[in-house]
């Protein structure tokens, strides 16, 4: 099973929404609404900031917010902050009790 | 409230084999699973295998599943990881992670994660 496929960087700037795309098939995103979004701050273990493919845990701003279309899912982060810089890897559930990560995407606020 | 402490950081030689236990409390322990995942420095996050809190059935990524044993031990709610014929390129860090049913499966309480280090 290949990682699905993000985007390596992303950049944005104070104030702006950027979006992350997260790129599977019809074996994982496409067949479950079990997509879940990561943010990772260096030398830190993964914080969960989206389940379900579009649920917010408690606690977790408003302003990330998730969808999915088709075998591709999506994250966004709108009114983009300085503490937003971190590394962002979605996860999906694949079937046959198997779970796969994306590569991951670097976001730099600049 | 619900915390995962692993053991600590290991330095192995290639071919030996590694455990890394995670010590769960805060939560019960056979209605949740526990997941692995390790990160090499400066790579992505790459998931390993999964227990059944309940049950106690593993479940194991194709590429691990010849060298990677996922057990528990309910009497202490830890999970255990351990990976045999260790080579250079598992040197990795390893974290454990709850996964919640409530919120489809995703993985909501994480480990501090233990470094292992294979090198001869």
């Known amino acids: 099973q290949s990682a699905l496929t993000q985007p390596a960087s992303v950049s944005g700037s104070p104030g702006q929404s950027i979006t992350i795309s997260c790129t599977g098939s019809s074996n994982d995103i496409g067949s479950y609404h079990v997509v879940s979004w990561y943010q990772q701050d260096p030398g830190k273990a993964p914080r969960l900031i989206i389940y379900?493919?579009?649920k917010r845990p408690s606690g977790v701003s408003n302003r990330f917010s998730g969808s999915k279309s088709g075998n591709t899912a999506s994250l966004t982060i709108s009114g983009l902050q300085v503490e937003d810089e971190s590394d962002y890897y979605c996860?999906?559930?694949?079937?046959?009790?198997?779970?796969?990560f994306g590569g991951g995407t670097k976001l730099t606020v600049l | 409230q619900v915390h995962l402490v692993q053991s600590g950081a290991e330095v192995k030689k290639p071919g030996a084999s590694v455990t890394v236990a995670c010590k769960t409390s805060g939560y019960k322990f056979n209605f949740y699973a526990l997941h692995w995942v390790r990160q090499a420095p400066g790579h992505n996050l790459e998931w390993m295998g999964w227990i059944n809190g309940g049950s106690g059935d593993p479940h194991y990524s194709q590429k691990f599943q010849d060298r990677l044993t996922i057990s528990r031990d309910t009497s202490a709610t830890t999970v255990f990881l351990e990976l045999s014929s260790l080579r250079a390129d598992d040197s990795a860090f390893y974290y454990c992670?709850?996964?919640?049913?409530?919120?489809?499966?995703?993985?909501?309480?994480w480990g501090q994660g233990t470094l292992v280090s294979v090198s001869s």
């Open positions: 996860c999906s559930y694949a079937g046959d009790n198997i779970w796969i």
């Open positions: 379900e493919g579009t």
């Open positions: 992670a709850r996964a919640n049913y409530e919120m489809a499966g995703g993985f909501d309480s």
